[in-house]
């Protein structure tokens, strides 16, 4: 029983880690993915926005100043996002001007805006959500017609027109990220080079130099949230191998005490100890790691919600370290306490 | 039998500190044990029969005297040291037998060559003592599955598998039916004919004393 608790509670230490980082890097990485499915080769994002945060906006007027004086720009177009929750957002889309970028959206039911509180929603969000073309989607404290659902993988999770999502958030002529396409992609940072000495305070990054910042690296935020359940990880670990640990020697007090009559130095018995707590950590890790899958599925699947979680392998290792660190420390006390048991009094123990 | 003492006490004291009172528990202690001997210890209960067992046992130093061991003399021995001795010199027989619940009888009798660090396979000539002692068959049962005179025999087997100069048991058969009693105590007896075992026995029982070859009373920390 005892075993059992400590290796549960072990296992969830290991799959809040792995869920955490598994959601970070799950919607990271979704992000970069729909923002590679846009199809563009530069990206322009206000002066002072940064990866994550796309509440900072920036006048549509300068969408002509880099169509018309580049001559390697193929299209250019400008989208607004409204976040409309913690992680849930809703895109304004001019769809002439997008479409031109990659051709636009795939869609699988519907088609395109037929008027404009029209709204276009990605399969995975229609299906979490069990929309159909023709249903009535509640956003903006307003109901839209659904008209189209998408294959998932491009811009965004669900699209309006950029010109209503302008007025209804009172930015008119503001966007929040241009996309830019070239006639040559071989040219972007020459491009690049280029427009960053028109538009001087505003951020220009390619694609591939966009997408590499969707990583936890770039985010401090939840660099540090990381840390800190990695904490709470090793201090749970640690509290219960002690608990745990310290009921284990005291029940086995007269066994060490047989231990030590028999001729067992101090560091066998705590060799012992420190051995169990190993496979304690071990078996927690592993449930820890099945239980990820666990959660995996409930937030990707059961719970309606955009987030995403993914399984990063690596931090299988992390996680299942940090476990046997944690259990280690807790066991250190209870292990020392035993190896300095007293033979005599630990097999007169009742 | 050798005429050199395999354990030779002299003038032997322990006293324990109770708090702010000394507690003697043994008062000059006088004792030669022959190599092969099977010596009886009674005495009512206080008179220093557990302490002096502790002592030759290497558990807890003395505090005067001394005592020589096969040779060692375990005054000057550090606590690491007295482990060492623990594990090539002498053998505990326990009145509740000490076996490790979660172990087979095999792996607890195992468990003693380990921490000797005797990792091989068992000598074949100790397949003859497992034999007398009855066990041949029940070696891969736990503790629980196995009757008490049962237990304490795998702690027989236990006690003797490092071939230990000396073998203690503390009231062997404390625990035991009259059966069981006779059985273990009549073992005892043959390991120390066959094997020339040196065994001490601390025992209330008269009848179980007079398994040995002689006996020593003791009282109030002295041998009578």
């Known amino acids: 029983m005892r075993t059992t608790l400590s290796i549960v509670a072990i296992s969830i230490q290991v799959t809040m880690v792995l869920t955490l980082v598994g959601l970070s890097a799950g919607m990271l990485d979704e992000q970069a993915r729909r923002a590679r499915g846009i199809g563009a080769d530069i990206i322009i994002r206000p002066p002072s926005s940064s990866v994550l945060n796309f509440g900072i906006n920036m006048s549509a007027k300068i969408i002509p100043k880099v169509i018309d004086v580049e001559p390697h720009v193929a299209a250019a177009t400008g989208v607004l996002v409204q976040g409309t929750g913690m992680l849930d957002y809703v895109t304004g889309v001019d769809l002439p001007e997008f479409n031109k970028l990659n051709g636009g959206f795939r869609f699988v039911q519907g088609g395109p805006f037929q008027g404009p509180y029209d709204v276009l929603v990605d399969s995975y969000y229609a299906d979490q959500h069990k929309y159909h073309v023709g249903d009535t989607v509640t956003q903006l404290n307003r109901p839209w017609r659904l008209a189209g659902i998408y294959e998932p993988g491009m811009l965004a999770r669900q699209v309006v027109p950029l010109a209503t999502l302008q007025d209804l958030t009172g930015n008119r002529d503001q966007i929040t990220v241009i996309y830019v396409k070239l006639d040559d992609p071989a040219r972007t940072g020459e491009v690049i080079d280029r427009l960053k000495g028109k538009l001087k305070e505003y951020k220009l990054f390619s694609m591939q130099e966009y997408t590499e910042l969707y990583s936890v690296n770039s985010v401090p935020m939840l660099k540090a949230f990381t840390v800190v359940v990695i904490a709470l990880g090793v201090l749970v670990g640690f509290l219960m191998v002690l608990l745990s640990m310290y009921t284990a020697v005291l029940e086995r007090t007269r066994e060490i005490g047989v231990l030590k009559a028999l001729g067992a130095s101090p560091g066998y018995v705590l060799n012992i100890l420190l051995r169990e707590t190993v496979l304690l950590a071990v078996a927690g890790s592993i449930l820890g790691i099945l239980l990820s899958y666990v959660t995996r599925f409930t937030i990707n699947d059961v719970i309606h919600g955009s987030l995403i979680q993914s399984i990063v392998y690596i931090w299988w290792l992390i996680a299942a370290a940090i476990a046997i660190v944690g259990a280690m420390l807790g066991a250190i006390y209870p292990g020392l306490k035993a190896a300095r048991q007293d033979a005599i009094e630990a097999l007169a123990y009742e | ?224």
């Open chain 2, 1 to 224: 039998m050798s005429d050199a003492p395999i354990i030779s006490i002299r003038d032997l004291r322990k006293t324990y500190h109770v708090g702010e009172v000394d507690v003697h528990a043994l008062r000059g202690v006088n004792l030669d044990v022959q190599r092969g001997e099977f010596v009886s210890i009674v005495g009512p209960s206080g008179s220093g029969k557990s302490t002096l067992f502790h002592i030759i046992g290497g558990l807890t130093p003395p505090t005067a005297g001394s005592i020589l061991l096969d040779g060692h003399d375990l005054l000057g021995l550090t606590d690491t040291q007295r482990t060492e001795l623990r594990k090539t010199t002498v053998g505990f027989v326990f009145q509740k037998y000490n076996l490790l619940p979660t172990l087979t009888a095999r792996d607890n009798i195992e468990i003693a060559r380990h921490i000797a660090h005797k990792d091989g396979p068992l000598d074949p000539k100790f397949g003859d003592v497992l034999k007398l002692l009855g066990l041949t068959g029940r070696l891969d049962h736990k503790p629980r599955a196995l009757s008490g005179g049962e237990q304490q025999r795998v702690a027989i087997a236990r006690a003797i598998v490092n071939h230990p100069a000396i073998l203690l048991a503390d009231e062997p058969t404390g625990n035991l039916d009259t059966e069981n009693s006779t059985t273990v105590l009549g073992l005892l007896r043959d390991l120390n004919q066959r094997l020339g075992q040196t065994i001490l026995m601390i025992t209330h029982n008269p009848e179980a004393a007079a398994y040995g070859h002689r006996t020593v009373r003791m009282r109030d920390g002295c041998i009578e």
